[in-house]
């Protein structure tokens, strides 16, 4: 299960997750994204990982695409901190910095 809770802050819409990017989930948090992306493509992005605690090889695709679209990944703790830092090497590697 995951919990998705979008906030909006000045320019920022910031996605919340808790729980696991599984499955549909996956599918879940992409339509939440670009339902907001579309009414307003000129905002900032976050998907703010601090409460989850897996991702899926579907979820990890869908980061590196948010990413490749400008989208902030946030994570502190270790596991997510590290999965973050992984994904956006592996986006910078394949369409450079």
């Given at each position: 299960?995951l919990?998705?809770?979008?906030?909006?802050?000045?320019d920022?819409?910031?996605?919340r997750?808790e729980?696991?990017l599984?499955?549909?989930?996956?599918?879940?948090?992409?339509?939440?994204?670009?339902?907001?992306?579309?009414?307003?493509?000129?905002?900032?992005?976050?998907?703010?990982?601090?409460?989850?605690?897996?991702?899926?090889?579907?979820?990890?695709?869908?980061?590196?695409?948010?990413?490749?679209?400008?989208?902030?990944?946030?994570?502190?703790?270790?596991?997510?901190?590290?999965?973050?830092?992984?994904?956006?090497?592996?986006?910078?590697?394949?369409?450079?910095?």
């Amino acid at each position: 299960m995951l919990r998705i809770t979008t906030e909006e802050e000045g320019d920022v819409t910031r996605f919340r997750l808790e729980g696991k990017l599984i499955g549909d989930w996956v599918r879940e948090l992409e339509r939440c994204w670009i339902c907001v992306k579309h009414v307003d493509p000129s905002r900032r992005f976050v998907v703010d990982l601090n409460d989850v605690s897996f991702v899926d090889a579907k979820g990890k695709v869908l980061l590196e695409t948010m990413i490749e679209e400008h989208v902030e990944l946030e994570a502190d703790n270790p596991l997510m901190a590290s999965l973050a830092s992984s994904i956006a090497g592996a986006v910078r590697a394949t369409h450079g910095p």
